[in-house]
């Protein structure tokens, strides 16, 4: 049976403020290893996405729908394969960015990472998650 699609704005808006944490998170992450570990803004890209993308899978798994379902593995799965989608955009988007125009990395990474959060990762993570879904009984 396929998962409900997101039902409302609220879902919507718990989703964003996930994305916002995410966001923070994988800024913080990549600021620290520019920064503080001295690599080159390319080079800490990935790592800072990794960071992202483990907030995101739990934040809008438990808060944003709401979703308490212990099919971890399968719903693991199909955020990885979505996520191996809007990693290789986000990675694209930022190069592109970085390289080829004046706008500074920061600016960069939320600019395509927005671009890239509400035209691909959220309308495919409403087929992932239950909104409401309870713990399956074992």
Same mark, same amino acid.
């Given at each position: 049976?396929?998962?409900?699609k997101p039902s409302?704005?609220? $879902?919507?808006?718990?989703?964003?403020?996930?994305?916002?944490?995410?966001?923070?998170? !994988?800024?913080?992450?990549?600021?620290?290893?520019?920064?503080?570990?001295?690599?080159?803004?390319?080079?800490?890209?990935?790592?800072?996405?990794?960071?992202?993308?483990?907030?995101?899978? $739990? /934040?809008?798994?438990?808060?944003?729908?709401? !979703?308490?379902?212990? !099919?971890?593995?399968?719903?693991?799965?199909?955020?990885?394969?979505?996520?191996? /989608? *809007?990693?290789?955009?986000?990675?694209?988007?930022?190069?592109?960015?970085?390289?080829? $125009?004046?706008?500074?990395?920061?600016?960069?990474?939320?600019?395509?990472?927005?671009?890239?959060?509400?035209?691909?990762?959220?309308?495919?993570?409403?087929?992932?998650?239950?909104?409401? *879904?309870?713990?399956?009984? $074992?």
């Amino acid at each position: 049976m396929e998962s409900p699609k997101p039902s409302s704005r609220w $879902t919507l808006v718990r989703s964003a403020a996930v994305g916002i944490v995410a966001t923070l998170v !994988d800024l913080g992450a990549l600021w620290a290893l520019v920064h503080g570990a001295g690599l080159h803004p390319a080079l800490a890209n990935v790592p800072a996405l990794a960071l992202g993308l483990a907030v995101q899978f $739990t /934040g809008n798994k438990l808060y944003a729908f709401r !979703d308490r379902s212990r !099919d971890l593995a399968r719903q693991g799965a199909r955020f990885a394969a979505v996520e191996a /989608g *809007a990693f290789a955009l986000n990675a694209l988007a930022y190069h592109l960015l970085v390289m080829f $125009t004046p706008v500074p990395y920061p600016l960069a990474r939320l600019f395509g990472s927005s671009l890239v959060y509400f035209g691909f990762s959220f309308p495919l993570w409403g087929r992932i998650f239950r909104p409401g *879904a309870l713990p399956e009984s $074992t």
